[in-house]
């Protein structure tokens, strides 16, 4: 199993630029996630999604947009970068049902907008 | 709400001393709690999770943590540092309801002295 994948590793983008994360899960997980880390700061909440064709809200999803059409992948996009934007980005997925389970993270990706 | 709070954003210890990393959490509800590990340019690694089953919990490579309830507390410990345990440390926390999200820490840099 390759667990939670992430493309790409790593992107520079200028202000204003497109692009989307792709986030691939092969674990049948319900739940998706995406965090971004910056220093000093911990991991925080972008958006999630509780089941294929589902998205919400996290803590800072201003400039975000996700979309869950197939139940493995998870797509993160910016539609215009700006350098706020830069940051480490994770993806994360856990079993749906209830009960202490943690969430699987994938190896980041490292944005730079200039 | 959920939130948590690590003293301290460096640690620095010798070899074969102990570690102590330190994790203060508030939630309305019961929590799960959890130990992840961060290697440079690397992903989150579960080290150990509290369940609610036992208050002393063991995880990977010599960690344990132990949940105090009356201090709100979830302290990582391991009796004598190695190299090898060089990493950066979050606490989390998470709720069996709705979105099942984890709400970081800002993280704990443990540095190992030869």
């Known amino acids: 199993n390759a667990g939670v994948t992430q493309t790409p590793k790593f992107r520079v983008l200028k202000t204003g630029q497109s692009m989307t994360l792709l986030c691939a899960q092969d674990?049948?997980?319900?739940?998706m996630y995406w965090y971004r880390q910056d220093p000093g700061m911990g991991l925080r909440l972008i958006h999630y999604?509780?089941?294929?064709?589902?998205?919400a809200k996290g803590e800072v999803p201003d400039g975000y947009n996700v979309s869950r059409l197939k139940k493995q992948n998870f797509l993160l996009g910016l539609e215009s970068a700006a350098p706020s934007q830069t940051s480490v980005y994770f993806c994360?997925?856990?079993?749906?049902?209830?009960?202490?389970?943690?969430?699987?993270f994938g190896p980041g990706t490292r944005l730079t907008v200039t | 709400a959920q939130s948590v709070t690590q003293l301290g954003s460096h640690v620095s210890v010798s070899e074969g001393a102990l570690v102590l990393l330190r994790c203060n959490y508030s939630?309305?509800?019961?929590?799960?709690l959890f130990w992840y590990v961060q290697y440079p340019n690397q992903g989150l690694q579960l080290l150990l999770k509290?369940?609610?089953?036992?208050?002393l919990v063991k995880g990977i490579n010599g960690f344990e943590a132990e949940f105090k309830k009356s201090e709100t507390s979830f302290h990582l410990t391991k009796p004598s540092a190695h190299m090898s345990d060089a990493a950066e440390y979050f606490c989390?926390?998470?709720?069996?309801?709705?979105?099942?999200?984890?709400?970081f820490g800002s993280g704990t840099r443990l540095q190992v002295q030869p």
């Open positions: 994360a997925s856990r079993r749906g049902t209830s009960g202490p389970y943690e969430q699987y």
């Open positions: 674990m049948n997980h319900e739940y």
């Open positions: 999604s509780v089941g294929e064709g589902t998205t």
């Open positions: 939630s309305s509800v019961p929590p799960y």
């Open positions: 509290y369940t609610s089953a036992a208050t």
């Open positions: 989390a926390v998470s709720v069996d309801t709705g979105r099942r999200a984890l709400t």
